[in-house]
Structures are given as structure tokens and as C-alpha cells.
């Protein structure tokens, strides 16, 4: 990692924290999200062998032996007897998210933390790793064999730079041996064995196990869209109806309309800071292309370097013209805290936002009432809508090639990552694990705690998301594309010598890692993009 990005990540998510700076940023606290109703009953459903108790609904968050859930805490404990686990399972976390993890929620109910060691008798100790530090810690233990941690959680796409350290193990034999479930049609994850693919493999083997859903997505001001006087005067000035904008053209006339500065309004305010931006420069760039347009060929040349690498370019620069002034230099947290003052008309970011900024108990919030999701604008390919959006950050845990324990330490991820406890955990307000699976999108919980218009939007945002770069050098590709995205949007390169330049880098980068390496991850990674395309009219 580059200095360069590491300071602007480092510095973007020790400042923001996610959920934590983030609702410090708004006057937001987690508690205004208001847990169920305490529930007498403290036993479970018949043919449950474990989950929650203790309030309402827990029955859906508890498991029979043959479930996922089940099947891991019964290994657990069966190896516990074998004096074959450990006492205690080392996992290394993100401070944002370890409340999730360690605090009850809804009332009445035990934390998850407390349920895992009541049922196995392994106790879980979570260390906090600051947020955005996670890769660097886990590379410092692997780096030293220090050994401190069982499980490394760390953002998705660094798998491939992981497995290339030897640092984590292949999970294949354990995933045979005690069945996921992960591609369940009906629970698992968006895209079934795709989706699985796109978070928990590389070059086709299971290193890890998604906790995370940082699928970007899109939000916009309900007041202003469904106001009759704007309605009217966006209608005479563009000739046609205001609505959440479907293409990037209507995104581009619909943000100039709204942008007011002079009266505390921009039009759009996806960002476009180091760290962060490039995401949204993905999304411009993939939907050039049908099903999409891919960041590398089949024989590993990047395709950057191309008339739709220098339109997306453009576009993403001119799109400052609808921004804060000093836009390159906001981070969420700023973004957030704009949003939640009124002022932009949209945005594009984690799912969270309407959790933290539509609530009745967020005083601080002025858009409580106001909020509408919307799919990502896309473009007319061959007479189909291409909307695409892209998955960043997005955690994932993996065991450490260190862990003396290592299939007790795949069965704590298995519980964790399925679709019961999963669903419950992401329901909590104390942490930022974000909704990723079909069971969290149906869960009651879940959907009050993140708003039912919202979780339709997310669910069908992740069946249309590309992957960022997975490939062993991930960390170097992307600090050479924010680079000179950067250096475009601060007008010291064009846009054309920009996505050259970048060429050049990754080529460089692609010598390095190893082209034939670089090839079958490539090819492995295109399995999980998205096929979907809409219609045009609607």
C-alpha cells in the first residue's frame, strides 16, 4: 500500500469510523433505534437446538441441528470434549463493529458473543484493530508470525494479497465437511453460488467468510423529487418528468437542477475523495459495456486505456460541478452530515445511511421523513438499461495460517456468517455490519432497523454490483487508478493521459504480480459480475 492511499484511508476512516464517527458527525446514537418489545418466554422453539431467547420473535434467529448454525456449534462442542479446541478463539476486529458482536440486542436478548460461548464453552475474545488499519495489522502479524489473532477480518478484496502471503488458509476441506449454505436459494446470498464466489473465494477456493455488505447505494430527497413547483419547473426546463434519475444523463440534469449552493443544496454529493472516489468512478466506467464493461480483457489487458475509459473519466470530473467546492476532500463523514442537514438532493453510500439519518429519535437529522433509495443510474447499451453499482470495504474474516485451532475457528465464521445469527447480528445498531444476504432482506428486524423501501433497493442494488480488484496487487492497482483520477479531477492530467497513465501503472503492477497468476484470477473474477439488465422504459 502506498503511502499515499494509506494515509487518505487511514485518515478517512479514523476520522468517519463508520457507524461511529458517523453518528457522532450527525447527532445520531445507536439507542434511537428501538429494540423489540422484551419478550417473558426464555426457551427455545421446538426442534431447536440453539439461538437467542429472551424476546420477541427470537424464534427466528434460533437453529435445529441440521442447519448451518446447528452443525457448527455441534462440531464445536464435539471437539471441545475431544480436547481438540481451544478456550479461547483470538479475533481480530474492527472497533466499528465489534458492538454487534458484544452487545445485547433487542432487549431481553443475550449479546452474540455471549450466546457463542454459552453453547460452546470456547470463549470469543475480540481485539479491536482501529478502523482502516485492519489490513496493515493482519499483514504486520502475518509479516512477524506473531500470532495474535486465530481470525483476521479484513476488507474483501485484500483476499487475494492474503492467500498470496501464505498468511491465511484454504477453507475447502471445511466447507465439504460442514456445509455453509451459503448459496441457499432461499437465505443465502444474493447471486447464490456467484454471490458466494464474489465474497468468500479466490481463484475458486474458499478463503473466506463475509460479514459485511458494503454494497453502495444510492439515496435521494423525497421532499424535493415529489414537490409539484419542482416537479413543473424540471419538466418545462428538461422535458420530461422529474423522477430518481435511471441514467447517468438524467443523474447529470437532475443534480444541475437541483444544485443551489447560494441556498445550502448541491445536486449530488457521491464522493470523490482520495480512498473513496474511485468506487464511484467504477460505477460509470462498468456500465459502458453489456452485460459490462470489464476492467481487464481475457488476456489481461486493461481496457481503461479506451474511449470509455476517457468518458467516465470525463464525466466523473465534470460531475464536480454539481459537488461541494471542496469536494475532493470530503470523506463520509462530511458527506453524511451534509445529507443529514438537507443538504443534497442525492448521494450514493453505505446502506446505512437511512438507518442513522430517517429516524424519528435522530434529532439532529433533517431528512427523517424525507429519504427515497434508488438503483444506480445506468446507461442504454443495445437497448437495454446497464445499471451497475460496486462493492468496497465490505469485511471479511479468515483464519490465520497461525491458528493452532483452525476448523474451530472456520466453525465460529460458519455460525457467525449464517443466515440466522447473521440476520440478527446485522439488525443490531451497535456496529456496521451491513445486510447482505436474502434472509436479512426478509427479516423484520432487520427491515425495521434499515426501513423496508430501503431494503428492496439494496437487495436489487447487490444483484447488480461489480466486484472492485480482488487479484493478488489489489492495493497497487487501485492506488494507481485513485491516483490519477485525482490528478484529473485537480486538472493536472486530462482525463485521456489520466486512464494512460494508469495503463502503464497496471501493467507494470501486472509484471510484478505475475501475469499468468494475474490471468486465471481475472478469469475467476469475472464469474461473479452481474448479467442483470433492465428495461429501458419504467
Known amino acids: ?9 487511514r485518515g478517512l476512516l479514523a476520522a468517519g469510523a463508520k457507524t461511529f464517527a458517523l453518528t457522532a458527525a450527525v447527532g445520531i446514537a445507536p ?13 427455545l422453539a421446538p426442534g431447536m437446538i440453539g439461538g437467542p431467547t429472551g424476546f420477541e420473535g427470537a424464534e427466528r434467529y434460533q437453529y ?39 452487545q445485547a440486542f433487542p432487549a431481553g436478548a443475550p449479546s452474540i458473543k455471549e450466546l457463542w460461548e454459552k453453547e460452546t464453552g470456547i470463549t470469543l475474545d475480540i481485539v479491536g484493530v482501529p478502523n482502516g488499519q485492519e489490513f496493515t495489522k493482519t499483514m504486520q502479524d502475518i509479516s512477524t508470525k506473531g500470532g495474535a489473532f486465530d481470525i483476521y477480518a479484513v476488507e474483501w478484496n485484500r483476499l487475494g494479497d492474503l492467500v498470496e502471503t501464505a498468511g491465511i488458509i484454504k477453507l475447502d476441506d471445511y466447507v465439504a465437511k460442514h456445509k455453509p449454505e451459503w448459496d441457499d436459494p432461499e437465505r443465502g446470498y444474493v447471486n447464490g453460488a ?8 479466490y481463484r ?12 453502495q447505494t444510492w439515496n435521494y430527497r423525497t421532499d424535493l423529487f415529489n414537490d409539484e413547483a419542482e416537479k413543473k419547473a424540471f419538466s418545462d426546463k428538461y422535458g420530461y418528468a422529474l423522477a430518481p434519475p435511471r441514467t447517468w444523463k438524467e443523474h447529470s440534469d437532475v443534480a444541475a437542477f437541483f444544485h443551489r449552493p447560494d441556498k ?12 473513496w472516489g474511485y468506487t464511484n468512478w467504477y460505477q460509470r466506467f462498468v456500465s459502458m459495456g453489456s452485460p459490462n464493461q470489464f476492467l481487464f480483457g481475457d488476456d489481461g489487458k486493461a481496457l481503461i486505456n479506451s474511449e470509455a475509459g476517457y468518458l467516465a473519466t470525463h464525466e466523473y470530473v465534470d460531475s464536480l460541478s454539481h459537488h461541494s467546492p471542496d469536494a475532493i476532500s470530503w470523506g463520509w463523514p462530511e458527506q453524511y452530515g451534509n445529507f443529514a442537514s438537507g443538504g443534497a438532493a442525492m448521494t450514493c453510500a453505505f446502506s446505512n445511511l437511512p438507518k442513522f439519518l430517517d429516524n424519528k429519535a435522530n434529532e439532529g437529522s433533517k431528512v427523517t421523513g424525507k429519504i427515497g433509495s434508488m438503483l444506480p443510474p445506468g446507461r442504454d447499451v443495445g437497448g437495454q438499461l446497464v445499471s451497475r453499482s460496486v462493492l468496497w470495504l465490505n469485511l471479511s474474516a479468515s483464519v490465520s495460517a497461525q491458528s493452532k485451532h483452525p476448523e ?17 447480528m446485522t439488525a443490531n445498531p451497535g456496529g456496521y455490519f451491513d445486510p447482505f444476504q436474502l434472509s436479512n432482506f426478509a427479516d423484520p428486524l432487520v427491515r425495521q432497523t434499515y426501513h423496508d423501501y430501503h431494503m428492496d433497493v439494496v437487495r436489487e442494488t447487490v444483484a447488480r454490483t461489480v466486484p472492485s480488484i480482488n487479484y493478488p496487487g489489489a492495493t497497487a492497482f487501485h492506488n494507481a487508478l485513485d491516483e490519477n483520477l485525482m490528478a484529473a479531477l485537480t486538472k493536472a492530467k486530462t482525463p485521456e493521459e489520466a486512464m494512460a497513465d494508469t495503463e502503464k501503472q497496471w501493467q507494470r503492477i501486472a509484471r510484478r504480480t505475475g ?19 433492465d428495461p429501458l422504459a419504467g
Do not use: H
Open 1 to 9: 500500500m502506498s503511502e499515499f492511499l494509506t494515509v487518505s484511508r
Open 264 to 275: 445550502g443544496l448541491f445536486g449530488s454529493t457521491d464522493l470523490r475523495n482520495q480512498g
Open 515 to 533: 501475469e499468468d497468476k494475474l490471468l486465471e484470477a481475472i478469469k475467476s473474477n469475472k464469474q461473479a459480475w452481474p448479467t442483470v439488465l
Open 31 to 43: 439507542q434511537f433505534i428501538r429494540p423489540g418489545r422484551a419478550f417473558a418466554a426464555d426457551a
Open 194 to 201: 456467484k454471490g458466494v464466489s464474489l465474497l468468500n473465494q
Open 64 to 102: 435445529g441441528a441440521d442447519t448451518p448454525e446447528g452443525r457448527a456449534v455441534e462440531a464445536a462442542k464435539a471437539l471441545k470434549s475431544a480436547g481438540k479446541a481451544p478456550e479461547r478463539i483470538v479475533l481480530g476486529l474492527s472497533d466499528g463493529s465489534i458492538g454487534q458482536l458484544t
Open 204 to 215: 475458486g477456493s474458499t478463503y473466506g467468510v463475509s460479514l459485511d455488505g458494503d454494497f
Open 408 to 424: 474451530v475457528c472456520y466453525l465460529l465464521l460458519q455460525w457467525l456468517g449464517s443466515s440466522r445469527i447473521y440476520s440478527w
